[in-house]
C-alpha cells in the first residue's frame, strides 16, 4: 500500500524559511509527477508546486520565486523549500504523487506551516 509521509511542519516569522519533505513507502516504481498543494482554513485546496521524474516543474504564481521544488527519485522523495514565508503562506500542506500509467493521485495526511510573529 502507497503512503506518502510529511515531515517539517513548523511555526516560523515572517521571512524566514522551512523544507517540507514527503517520503513514499509501499512501493518501488517512481512516481511520474510529485508536488504540494495546501489548504489553508476555510479555503479550498490550491496547487503550490509540482516536478516530474524529468525534473520539469510547475509554481503557483504565488510561490514562484520564494518555494522550491526538488524530489530524489532513488528515495521517491519530494522537498519544498520554502523562502521568505508570508502569513498568507499558513495553510496544511498536503503532498500528492502520481504514476504515468494511472490517474490516481496518492495523498499524504497533511502538515502544518503557520507563519506568524
Known amino acids: 500500500q502507497v503512503q506518502l509521509v510529511e515531515s517539517g511542519r513548523g511555526l516560523v516569522q515572517p521571512g524566514g524559511s522551512l523544507t517540507l519533505s514527503c517520503a513514499a513507502s509501499?512501493?518501488?516504481?517512481?512516481?511520474?509527477?510529485m508536488g504540494w498543494y495546501r489548504q489553508a482554513p476555510g479555503k479550498q485546496r490550491d496547487l503550490v508546486a509540482t516536478i516530474t521524474s524529468g525534473s520539469s516543474t510547475n509554481y503557483a504564481d504565488s510561490v514562484k520565486g520564494r518555494f522550491t521544488i526538488s524530489r530524489d527519485n532513488a528515495k521517491n522523495t519530494v522537498y519544498l523549500q520554502m523562502n521568505s514565508l508570508k502569513p498568507e503562506d499558513t495553510a496544511v500542506y498536503y503532498c500528492?504523487?502520481?504514476?504515468?500509467?494511472?490517474?490516481?493521485?496518492?495523498w499524504g495526511q497533511g502538515t502544518q506551516v503557520t507563519v506568524s510573529s
Open positions: 500528492t504523487a502520481r504514476y504515468s500509467t494511472s490517474p490516481t493521485n496518492y
Open positions: 509501499g512501493t518501488s516504481r517512481r512516481f511520474y509527477t
